[in-house]
C-alpha cells in the first residue's frame, strides 16, 4: 500500500506543478496584454492633434499635424505642407464650436471651405493674418483637452487673446 500511497502522492505533486503553471501563464498573458495597451496608448498620443478642415492655404482637408507656438508666431506642420503664421499678422483667433459667422461672411479665397458639423464643444480654432497684403485663414479641428494649454501659451506669447467661446475653466 505504501506503493500506491507513494504513486498517488507523486500524482499529487505533478498535478499541482500543473496548477501552478496555469496562474503563471495566466499573468504572462496580462502582463503582455498590459504591455500592449499600454505601447498602443502612447502611440496614440503621439498622433497629430491638429487636422486642417478649411483656409486658404495649399493643404488638403483633413491633413493632420502639429501646432507649434514659436517665438514670432504659430506653424502648423503636416505631412503635405505647413503654414507659417507670424504673430504681427494675425488679426483674429477663435476657439469655438464651428467657424463664426463674422469669418464666414468674409470674402475670403477659400481653398478648402469649412464644412463643419455644429457641436456644443469647441472645436474649431480659426487663425486669420494678413500675408502679401491679402486675408489668410487656417481652421484646424482640436480636442478641447489638447487645445487649453496651447490657449495660454498663444496669448503669453503673441501679446493677442484667443476669442473663445466657453471659459478655460470649463475646459
Request: aromatic share 10%; proline share 5%; hydrophobic share 40%.
Amino acid at each position: 500500500m505504501r506503493r500506491q500511497d507513494h504513486c498517488f502522492g507523486s500524482h499529487m505533486r505533478i498535478r499541482s506543478r500543473n496548477r501552478n503553471h496555469i496562474p503563471m501563464a495566466g499573468s504572462f498573458l496580462a502582463l503582455l496584454f498590459l504591455t500592449s495597451f499600454a505601447f498602443a496608448k502612447r502611440k496614440s498620443s503621439d498622433t497629430a492633434p491638429f487636422q486642417y478642415v478649411g483656409g486658404t492655404e495649399n493643404l488638403p482637408r483633413g491633413c493632420a499635424g502639429k501646432l507649434e507656438v514659436i517665438k514670432d508666431g504659430l506653424n502648423f506642420t503636416c505631412p503635405l505642407g505647413s503654414v507659417q503664421m507670424p504673430f504681427a499678422a494675425i488679426t483674429l483667433m477663435q476657439y469655438r464650436p464651428d467657424v463664426s459667422r463674422q469669418v464666414m461672411k468674409m470674402n475670403l479665397a477659400w481653398k478648402v471651405e469649412p464644412r463643419l458639423p455644429k457641436t456644443k464643444d469647441n472645436l474649431y480654432l480659426t487663425v486669420l493674418y494678413n500675408a502679401q497684403g491679402t486675408v489668410h485663414a487656417v481652421v484646424l479641428r482640436v480636442e478641447s483637452q489638447t487645445m487649453s494649454p496651447y490657449l495660454a501659451e498663444i496669448e503669453l506669447q503673441s501679446g493677442k487673446s484667443v476669442q473663445v467661446y466657453r471659459s478655460y475653466e470649463e475646459f
